[in-house]
């Protein structure tokens, strides 16, 4: 197993984005979108992700915009994407499956 605060190699990033095709490389971070009805589902959704992020002691960022909600994943102390965001993406990805754009 790789340890948590090593990055991944390009390899390594390519089957990853291979496996989760929802998400995407941007800036060094781990991004998927979500679009959802309202507002208000959007903020519920995010709540949700709180919730499985706190349980994992690893927290995305988040931007909202209205119905949108773009979550990154990046190991900041590491300087890169690690096992610990790739586990973070496939948790999100199993948990909301249905919802991103």
């Known amino acids: 197993?790789?340890?948590?605060k090593q990055k991944l190699s390009e390899k390594q990033l390519h089957?990853?984005?291979t496996e989760l095709p929802e998400w995407a490389l941007e800036d060094g971070?781990?991004?998927?979108?979500?679009t959802l009805p309202t507002f208000v589902e959007a903020m519920?959704?995010?709540?949700?992700?709180?919730?499985?992020?706190?349980?994992?002691?690893h927290h995305p960022d988040i931007d909202?915009?209205?119905?949108?909600?773009?979550?990154a994943l990046?190991?900041?102390?590491?300087?890169?994407?690690?096992?610990r965001d790739a586990r973070m993406a496939r948790q999100l990805s199993a948990a909301f499956?249905?919802?991103a754009t």
């Open 29 to 34: 971070k781990l991004v998927r979108n979500w």
């Open 1 to 4: 197993m790789q340890p948590t």
């Open 64 to 71: 909202i915009r209205y119905n949108l909600v773009r979550l």
């Open 44 to 57: 519920a959704f995010v709540n949700r992700v709180a919730g499985i992020a706190e349980e994992a002691q």
């Open 15 to 17: 089957d990853l984005l």
């Open 97 to 99: 499956p249905t919802t």
């Open 74 to 83: 990046v190991s900041h102390d590491a300087g890169g994407i690690t096992a």
